[in-house]
């Protein structure tokens, strides 16, 4: 995939929107919300058939699955996204998620690199803002064009200067693996101009079943 798609070259994934004070209040997700959802989570049937055949129904142009995401009370459009200019693209709304089309499709072997914003003025919290709360064990549920998989997040939720290189997230090799990136950390705010988180936050998963 090459260094252009590194996500040090050039902060691939800081956060480039507008951000003000009234947007940096923007409430999170509480932890009893999140332990209520894991626990309903908890009490359906395990899964035996890793990938099953559902329907699938795009709602957004450009749009390839679906994420759900139980104990974040999530659902969110997935959009296929290449790089521009050696970053790479983050849809602008961010109630949707991006793809990183040159990564590997879910199941294949290599990384899936999924990524949102984490907020945005004037649109609230992103479908992935709250990515840091996932525990081991939360699941992920992709509707992949009509073939939907559980995943079970397998790390914790890690915090790493988006100046810093993740090659591991950048394989075709390996067991297929599910990676989730947002923005977070410290926000340096540019009057007038916006500015841009410091850090990464990145969770992987697990194919279940496999």
Do not use: M
Request: glycine fraction near 12%; aromatic fraction near 4%; charged fraction near 10%.
């Amino acid at each position: 995939l090459g260094a252009a798609l590194a996500i040090a070259a050039g902060a691939v994934l800081s956060y480039e929107g507008i951000h003000n004070s009234e947007a940096a209040q923007i409430s999170r997700l509480t932890r009893r919300d999140h332990i209520r959802a894991r626990r309903l989570a908890s009490v359906t049937k395990p899964v035996t058939n890793p990938v099953a055949l559902v329907p699938f129904t795009p709602t957004v142009q450009g749009q390839v699955a679906t994420i759900s995401i139980p104990a974040l009370n999530v659902s969110a459009p997935v959009l296929t996204e290449g790089p521009a200019n050696g970053q790479l693209t983050i849809p602008p709304d961010v109630h949707n998620v991006g793809w990183d089309n040159q990564t590997p499709s879910p199941g294949k072997p290599g990384v899936t690199l999924l990524a949102g914003h984490v907020n945005w003025v004037g649109q609230g919290e992103g479908a992935l803002g709250e990515i840091g709360q996932l525990v081991p064990g939360d699941k992920v549920i992709l509707n992949w064009q009509g073939h939907e998989s559980t995943w079970r997040i397998t790390t914790n939720p890690t915090l790493s200067p988006n100046t810093v290189a993740h090659p591991q997230l950048f394989t075709n090799q390996g067991r297929p693996t599910l990676a989730l990136v947002t923005c977070g950390g410290p926000f340096r705010e540019i009057p007038g101009v916006g500015g841009s988180y410091a850090d990464n936050v990145i969770v992987e998963a697990q194919l279940v079943g496999r």
